[in-house]
């Protein structure tokens, strides 16, 4: 079965300086990753999905996240973080088209401060 | 563009008490599902139904109950509620196609307090 993990709880940034969350994942074939975020008292948004193709993958709001198939890690990132990028960050996977059961990561906060 | 919408948003029930939480999407999408949002746990799939006429149980199903009324409409039911089943629930939808590689649009959530 697919799993993935998100090592670090909390990420503290300062506004302006580059920011990473991180995701490591396991499955037992090809990997279909994506990112989410929620902001309080709301339901999860997409930010962005690697299938195939290029390693470094670019979604909503400036983000970005690299694909590392060695490493097996999907790491989000933005070159410059914003005080409004603060939320709660989730990876997901899912190991076949047509598996519904797509599993979450525990989340990261990420708190951008002025 | 009203997309996921659930309803209720919040909910304190008794032990033992049931209730449906109720979930319609306005995007024709084929696939929907049940979460649960805990502390620490990240997101856990209780049911999911692929298309229409169809359910399956998801990570954690125990204690849930789930119909696909229509294309639109996905309820979930607790029949006797547990201190246990206290948690944030998503609904989730997603479009056919794009060999699965589509993400899923959620809902805002119902925040359930068993007591």
């Known amino acids: 079965a697919q799993s993935v993990a998100q090592p670090e709880d909390q990420v503290n940034v300062a506004e302006g300086n580059p920011l990473t969350v991180k995701c490591t994942y396991s499955?037992?074939?090809?990997?279909?990753l994506f990112w989410y975020v929620q902001y309080p008292n709301r339901g999860l948004q997409f930010l962005l999905k690697?299938?195939?193709?290029?390693?470094l993958v670019k979604g909503s709001y400036g983000f970005e996240a690299e694909f590392n198939k060695s490493q097996t890690s999907f790491h989000l990132k933005k070159p410059s973080a914003l005080v409004s990028d603060s939320a709660l960050y989730f990876c997901?996977?899912?190991?076949?088209?047509?598996?519904?059961?797509?599993?979450f990561g525990a989340g990261t906060r990420l708190t951008v401060k002025p | 563009n009203a997309g996921v919408t659930q309803t209720p948003k919040f909910q304190v029930l008794k032990t033992g008490q049931s209730m449906t939480l109720q979930c319609a999407q306005d995007?024709?999408?084929?696939?929907m599902y049940w979460y649960r949002q805990d502390p620490g746990m990240g997101l856990r799939l209780i049911y999911y139904?692929?298309?229409?006429?169809?359910?399956d149980k998801g990570e954690v199903p125990n204690g849930y109950n789930v119909s696909r009324l229509n294309k639109r409409e996905f309820s979930l039911r607790l029949e006797s509620a547990a201190p246990s089943q206290t948690s944030v629930y998503f609904c989730?939808?997603?479009?056919?196609?794009?060999?699965?590689?589509?993400?899923?649009?959620f809902g805002s959530g119902t925040r359930l307090t068993v007591v």
């Open positions: 499955v037992s074939g090809n990997p279909y």
């Open positions: 997901a996977v899912r190991d076949d088209p047509g598996n519904n059961d797509m599993r």
């Open positions: 139904s692929a298309s229409e006429g169809t359910t």
């Open positions: 995007m024709n999408h084929n696939s």
């Open positions: 690697y299938i195939t193709g290029d390693n």
């Open positions: 989730a939808s997603r479009r056919a196609g794009g060999a699965g590689t589509y993400g899923y649009t």
